[in-house]
């Protein structure tokens, strides 16, 4: 759709064109009284001025709505990684901006994202499953943010590990609920608000990482999550 629209708006314009090349030899040859009222007749029933204007207008929002498509579907694939092995070399850095884009109706108005990432080769990983934790900490940050507030994104590498930070100035966690958060069906939001499995199915999935996730929290304040992955699997536990 995205290239006939492109070759669409190459053919408007050769017919714009066109009618401008025969409006220009109109104008050059003597025309009877009569000739010229319906040559005017012809130009303003068909708002051939307006047309030429709209169409254009027309054309360019299609094109940017098929490009936000485009990215869309992009970043669905890029999220799911459809048709790869499930363990491969992955860019971190693209997985966590193709799950920001999937997310991005549901915090744009609720948080300013801030990303400080650190430049680092692939990992070794199952992308898919690491952006799914990545989605469920930004829908949780989302969450704890009453009104507007900040998620910041980190990433970094240290001693052959690597992490990600995921922070927020939300609520905060209540002390007595944080070594709580991680257990199936547990859940701080209003009953019918959460299941209470996002964080007790991203622990499980960075476990099989061989990783960890640590949590900090200050009620008024905010949470600050860090995921951390051995850069080779094997690497044991901090």
Not at 51 to 67: A, I, M, P, W
Not at 168 to 183: A, L, N
């Amino acid at each position: 759709v995205n290239a006939n629209m492109g070759a669409l708006g190459q053919y408007i314009a050769t017919l714009f064109d066109v009618i401008q090349q025969y409006e220009d030899l109109f104008g050059q040859v003597p025309a009877t009284p009569l000739l010229l009222r319906e040559f005017h007749r012809i130009q303003s029933n068909a708002e051939l001025s307006f047309v030429k204007e709209d169409v254009q207008s027309l054309l360019t929002e299609s094109l940017d709505g098929l490009r936000r498509v485009k990215e869309i579907v992009q970043s669905l694939k890029d999220f799911s990684r459809v048709g790869e092995i499930v363990w491969t070399e992955a860019d971190i850095h693209q997985g966590i901006d193709s799950t920001l884009n999937i997310v991005k109706n549901e915090l744009k108005n609720k948080a300013t994202i801030v990303k400080k990432y650190t430049a680092m080769p692939a990992l070794k990983c199952n992308i898919s499953q690491l952006n799914q934790v990545v989605m469920n900490m930004l829908v949780n940050a989302g969450h704890a943010i009453v009104e507007r507030g900040i998620i910041t994104i980190e990433t970094g590498e240290h001693q052959g590990w690597v992490w990600i930070k995921i922070s927020d100035t939300g609520v905060g966690i209540s002390p007595d609920h944080v070594s709580k958060i991680f257990e199936p069906f547990f859940t701080t939001k209003p009953i019918g608000s959460g299941t209470g499995l996002g964080l007790s199915l991203s622990y499980g999935i960075i476990k099989k990482h061989q990783g960890k996730i640590e949590v900090s929290s200050e009620l008024g304040k905010g949470t600050c999550f860090t995921i951390s992955i051995p850069r080779d699997i094997g690497v044991t536990a901090l």
